[in-house]
């Protein structure tokens, strides 16, 4: 298990046979609640029951619900092309 050093997301790695080729698996993603600041994981389950809404400036966010406070937090995704 690796963990990204700027978005603490943990990722799974999996090599692919012998070669130096490999895959990563999203096993979680640390985030703080703007509510009540406590940290807490999305896990892809929490992301896989999760609405997808469009937000106020016309993003797609994923909603989850904090489990310390239970407020709705719009979690933006975006993908690196330099990765």
């Known amino acids: 298990m690796i963990v990204c050093d ?4 943990e990722m799974e790695v999996t090599r692919n046979g012998t070669e130096e080729d490999f895959e990563l698996d999203l096993l979680g993603v640390l985030t703080t609640c703007p509510n009540c600041g ?5 896990t892809e389950e929490m992301l896989d029951e ?12 994923s909603v989850v619900d904090c489990p310390h406070c ?6 933006e995704f975006e993908e690196n092309p330099d990765n």
């Open 70 to 75: 239970r407020a709705r937090i719009e979690l």
């Open 50 to 61: 999760a609405p997808m809404l469009e937000s106020a400036d016309g993003v797609t966010v």
């Open 38 to 42: 406590e940290e807490f994981e999305v």
């Open 6 to 9: 700027s978005c603490n997301a």
